[in-house]
Structure formats: structure tokens, C-alpha cells
């Protein structure tokens, strides 16, 4: 793999500080590659820990008739079996809706709904336990497919709908059109950790949870109304999780109850620790759609109009369904100015495992459409399917407003791209792909340079804000909690950098301590790749408090203007004279100044109506672009990616080695999406792929060997976030279209003129389907 030096290569994009812009390791790094890094599974247990084991029926739908646990109750090591009768409060683990249940009641709506936890004095035993229930289900006809649920009519919410001018009689205007219809696949989280919690319980009512949970505030509130007591009874503890990515947002909450529930019944602690095939059975995953639409161009590519419809497959239920499919409308334009447009959602219930949110939320399903898109208008045309892009691509006033009425004011993609295109070679690449295919009988090449525009918020204003906690110690180091979860990503490690920079002290000196609700009350959940612009600032305010009152302190003491007290390299300079930052903070106790403040941030300018369709729903967009190049076999549709190469913007970058690992990684994971990720399941609901045998993530022999990946020279976010940075979590994952836009170029190579079909994710199969239907004519 090639890879340039973040310290060399992006020295342009570093803030001239002494911490913040600096390619810091992750504070977890050496933990990691030791092992001795802990998560909830690795806490020392509480003597006469229980552990639980999930029990659910082999039918997918229906009525239960009867529910037999004799068996399981007498069985060796159970001390609890719990049911939803045991439930003392709300039988409810949704993050809005009220419409999930903890523990089933009276009906089961998918293959792998919980209806009873057996605890036992081992893992084992409580999971031997749980096969000898005898549960017998009236089995109703259940809705898979997203067609079974259109042609039920069935609905997890109402559809939703952007319309900007009349593109229907557009697109019948226009010179050319197209009409199509595809299927983008979902995906499975596939966490390192799996869904895990341990409940410990106390004093009057009280319970201790440990959660790997992207939201401690949620798993809070939801165990207090299940036990029926008040949040503040509750705390809820996440010190660190093995990988996350949207699935355990929303759907940590009912390991979490689960455990607490065991704990309240018995007395004991207990742990709830999935194994990893109930996992992947229990828990949603990205939201698979079906895609029509239609567009108008003329001649040169550039759009008239756009007409597209997002069919959902959002399971049983509505979980995040409403903010990730409002997302992936959101980003059905994704760089391109739509002059008139309809983008459609329906938003269908199947009786299946409810979907969650996933890395992107939504977003990469609607850039894979305008990626598809942009990709079939070139070949209709016999462009190259760039110069398409290009043509289209949001501009100056008339040109800059996007189909929900946010205006692109820092739109830089013709520079990043053109940039890009040049640094990637690509029109040289292009002509000797082009001489490649017309001699290789059977391997053919396939090349495309796509570009991302990610919409940095959450589009629930009141989930944007975060609040920090900030202790300074009489020897100088410093303590941090945020209300932030770390989950690899390297928030925990950017946090400590703003906060050593602040007070000008060595990174070493400030310690950030697991995400507690007792610390910091009422977070939102680390999501909408906004932990660093929210808690960042959050911390930053706090320790600007403490500073302040340092420099007061200091100005009073040594009789100087406070002005001239300023903090850097361990040491502060009062006037003409330096002390040790330790010796200030010893002089602040002896004069009872306060050295503990908290901070709290709302991100700003957020002003979206979903009602009124009418506002502005993020902050800032973030840019970047791939120029991915492919080979395909006709003969088998295996395919492999040759070279990546990405230009990314990231603003003034906090920390450029971890979000090179977070472009890294979001790339690949996006490219896994797209290529090998296939969720199956039979005409029954019941999912077949999962465990790894049956569902194939990218090993290190999918990651390109020729992978160039650079930073932005960026001068700066326009918006005032946390030292001009962007956020970086998601926007990599949508890098990953280029992939399958090279797939789609490969594969249109054997019949100039005619688009491929084919859907996501682009498996050998489907790729060799594609190609004999081309070579058929069809």
C-alpha cells in the first residue's frame, strides 16, 4: 500500500499550534495493539455475576399461542427466566416511538424477536437453557421484501416528499431521458465488539449500567422507564466500544435493559452479552432500498430535471427510520444542482429485524443513486462520465441551491476535484483503459473519479449540543468527560488535544475518563460525525473558564496586566517572568480559586422545519473525491480494485494521521457496501448470512495494494467550528461509489451505448448477470 506521510504531506492544513493539528497517536493505541485495552467484557465481574442468553421462536410472524419455560427454569445454572410480565415500568426500547418491545408480548413481528432472557450463573448454561423452551406461534404470512410491504400498504411512518418546480413535465421537455429502477443492498454493522452490557444494582432503586453504546443518555432513559424510577437513579457508563458505526445508537437499549432488568429481578449484577449469530439475527442493520427514477439532460449531460423514488426497507419498526431516510433525501443530490426535482420516500414496514442507523445514516443510499445516475447519462451520451459530473455541479447564484433550499455557499469541488484529476493522472488513465479494453478479450477495466458533498448536523436541532466537565488538579494535570463516546474514531484523543492546548501542556498531562451521565447529563448520542465540532468546543469552553480565572489569579498576584499571561509548553509567562503551569494551579487552591468548570455547545445556524420543508439543515458540507480503477473477469464477474486514490477535505485538520485512519477505513468499509456485503434472506424473513462464513466483510486482500489517500489543503472551515476543522467519521464511507461507478464503466465497455444493470452490492454474481445480460443484448 502507498501511502504519503500525514506530518509531510499536509503540513499545509495544520493549525500553527503546539498539540492541535499535530498527528497525535490514538490514546488508546498501545492498549490496543497490546490487548489489554478494556471493554465491558474485560471489566472485572462483581462477585455472583449473572449472565443472560436471549430465547425467540424459529417463526417470523404471528400470535403466541404458548409459551412453555418449565424445562428452562429447572435447567442447571438458571436462577431467573424473565418474561414481559416481569417489566415494572414501560416494555420499551425505542428511541422515540414507543413501538419497540424490550421483551415481545402476545405476537412476534420477525424471525429473532426476543420473548424471554434466561440468567444463569454462566454464559453457557443460560444459552444451553434457552433451547428448551417449547413456544408455539399461529404463524401469520410475513413481509419481507420491500414489494411485500408496498403491496400490503404498509407504512413505519409517513412518506416524505422535497419538490422544487414541475419535474415531471421537464423531464417529458428535455432532449433525452432516462427511466430506471435498481436495488441498493443494506449492511451489517459487523462491530469487532458485539452488543454487550453489564448491570449492576444499588442503594434504593439505584442501577450502575455499563453500555457500549454510542448514546449513555438514551440507555439512561430507557432503564429508568422500564424499572419505573427517575433518570437521575440511573447511570449509565462507556468507557470505550470495539467499533460501532450506527448500531449501537439506537440499539444498545435493550442488552442494556435486559441486563438492568436481571439485576432488579435477582438482586445480582448480570451481563448481557450477545453471541455474535444472535447479533447479527437481533440487531438492524443499514437500510436496503429500492430505487425508481427519471431524468431530463441535454446534450452536454447537464440536467433538466430529476425524479426519484427511495423505497425503504425499514422493518418492524421505526427506530431512526425517520432522520435516515429523510438523510438519504437529503443527499439524493449529492454534488449536483437539480433544477427541478421530486425525491420521494416511503418508508415500508416488513416483518423483519427493524433497521438502524449505519455509518453515513442514510446518505450514502441517496449519492449511490445520483451516482448511478450521472454514470447512465454519460454512457447514453458517450461522455466521459466526469466531464457529466462536472457539467453538473453546484455553482454560483442561480446555481447553488439544493432541492430541500439550503443555499452550497463553500462549495469547492470544482478545485478538489480538478486537483484530483490531475494528481490521479486520470485523463492518461482514461486513454489507456480504453486501448486495454478493445485487446483483453475476457478482463476488463472500468474508471471513475466521483465526488462526495456531506452534510455536517443532525437534522433534530435539538440533538446538536454537547456539554464537557473540565477538573485541573493542584499538580497541573487535567481530568476531561465529555458526553462523547469513543468507539475508535480518536474522539477521546482530539478532545484531549484541544484541552492541552488551551492550557499549553503537554498531551500526556490531560486525562479524559470514561462517558459517565453522572458527569455529564442529557447528551446527544456520538453520531452525525459531529463528536469532534460538538464536544471539542463543549471542552474548549470549559477550559477557557479555568484559564480565565488562571490569568486573573496570575495577573493579581505578580501585579501585571492580564494581558500579558499567556500558557505554552508546560509553563505560563506572567509578565516578564515564566512558572510552571503546575505552580499556578498550586497557587489557585491556596487561593481558593476554582479549578472545575463545565462547558456546554450548541451548534449554531441550524434552522431545518421538517414540516414546512424550510431552513437550513447543517452547518457545513465536507467535500472529497475518488478516482477508483477496477478490473472485472466476463468470464467468472470476480473483480478487484487496482489503485484508490482520494482527496479529502477535512478543514484545518485536529489531528491528520487519525483522520487519514478514518478516511482509511470509512473507504473500505463503504467499498465492502458496495462489492462483497451480502444480507440474505429467505422467502420465510429469516436471515442466512449471519456469521462470517455466509457474510463476507473486506479482509486486507480487498484493500487495494496502490491506495493513495491525501488531505485537502484547506484554509479552513468557513463556519467557526472547533479550530476550523470538519468533521470526517462519514463522509469517507461515500468515497466508496466511485467503486461501483468503475464496476458500471467495466462492465458498459462490452456494448458502448447501453447501461449495465446491476444492483448493490456488485458480488461476482451480479456483475457476471449483468455482463451476460449485456453480451445477450438485453
Known sequence: MLRKSPEKENMATQVQTDTVGKSNKHDSAERHIKGNALYIDDIREPKGTLHLAPGYAQATSGKIKSLDLTAVK??????????????????????????????????????????????????????????????????????????????????VLPPYEFLKGSPAEAINKAPHKISDSFHIGGQEHFYLEGQVSMAIPGDEGEMLVHSSTQ???????????????????????????????????????????????????????????????????????RHDQRCDWQVGFDDQGKLSAVDVEFLSRCGCSADLSLGVNDRTMFHADNSYYYPEARIFSRRVKTNTVSNTAFRGFGGPQGMVFSERMMDSIAIKLGMDPLDVRKVNFYGEEGRNVTPFGMKVEDNILEELVGEL???????????????????????????ALNPIKFGISFTLKHLNQAGALVH?????????????????????????????????????????TATKTDKVPNTAPTA???????????????????????????????????????FAKNMV??????????????????????????????????????????????????????????TIDTLTGEMTVDRIDILHDVGKSLNPAIDIGQIEGGFVQGMGWLTTEELVYDDQGRLRTHAPSTYKIPTASDIPEDFRVNLWNSTGNREETIYRSKAVGEPPVMLATAVTSAITNAIASLKPGSVPQIDTPATPENILRSVKQMQAGN
Open 528 to 566: 452525525a460525525s459531529s463528536g469532534s465540532d460538538m464536544n471539542g468546543m463543549a471542552a474548549k469552553y470549559a477550559a477557557e473558564t479555568i484559564k480565565d480565572r488562571l490569568i486573573d489569579l496570575a495577573a493579581t498576584i505578580y501585579q501585571v496586566d492580564a494581558r500579558t499571561v499567556t
Open 472 to 512: 485541573v488538579y493542584t499538580d497541573g494535570s487535567v481530568q476531561v468527560n465529555h458526553g462523547g463516546t469513543e468507539m475508535g474514531q480518536g474522539l477521546y484523543t482530539k478532545v484531549a488535544q484541544v484541552v492541552a492546548e488551551e492550557f499549553g501542556i503537554d498531551l500526556d498531562d490531560v486525562k479524559i
Open 573 to 630: 509567562q506572567v509578565g516578564d517572568q515564566e512558572i510552571p503551569f503546575s505552580e499556578l494551579t498550586k497557587q489557585a487552591f491556596l487561593h481558593r480559586v476554582s479549578l472545575s468548570s463545565t462547558g456546554y455547545y450548541a451548534t449554531p445556524n441550524i434552522t431545518w422545519d421538517r414540516e414546512t420543508k424550510d431552513g437550513r439543515p447543517f452547518l457545513y458540507f465536507a467535500y472529497g473525491a475518488c478516482c477508483a480503477e477496477v
Open 421 to 447: 484529476e490531475q494528481t490521479s493522472d486520470y485523463r492518461k488513465r482514461r486513454d489507456a483503459l480504453n486501448e486495454f479494453n478493445k485487446t483483453s478479450p475476457f478482463l476488463k477495466k472500468g474508471l
Open 215 to 285: 448514546h449513555p443518555t438514551e440507555i439512561q432513559h430507557t432503564v429508568a422507564k422500564m424499572l419505573g424510577v427517575s433518570d437521575a437513579s440511573v447511570v449509565c457508563e462507556c468507557r470505550r466500544m470495539g467499533g460501532a458505526f450506527g448500531g449501537k445508537e439506537s440499539q444498545a437499549a435493550q442488552w442494556s435493559a435486559l441486563a438492568a432488568l436481571a439485576a432488579h429481578v435477582t438482586g445480582r449484577p448480570a451481563k448481557m452479552r450477545l453471541d455474535r449469530d444472535d447479533d447479527m439475527i437481533m440487531t438492524g442493520k
Open 74 to 155: 429447572s435447567a442447571p445454572g438458571v436462577v431467573a427466566v424473565l418474561t414481559a410480565e416481569d417489566i415494572p415500568g414501560i416494555n420499551d426500547c425505542s428511541p422515540a416511538m414507543g413501538d419497540d418491545m424490550i421483551l415481545a408480548d402476545g405476537h412476534i413481528l420477525f424471525h429473532g424477536q426476543v420473548i424471554f432472557a434466561v440468567a444463569a450463573e454462566s454464559h453457557l448454561e443460560a444459552r444451553k437453557a434457552v433451547r428448551l423452551a417449547k413456544i408455539e406461534i399461529e404463524e401469520t404470512k410475513p413481509m419481507v421484501t420491500v414489494e411485500d410491504g408496498i403491496e400490503q400498504d404498509a407504512s
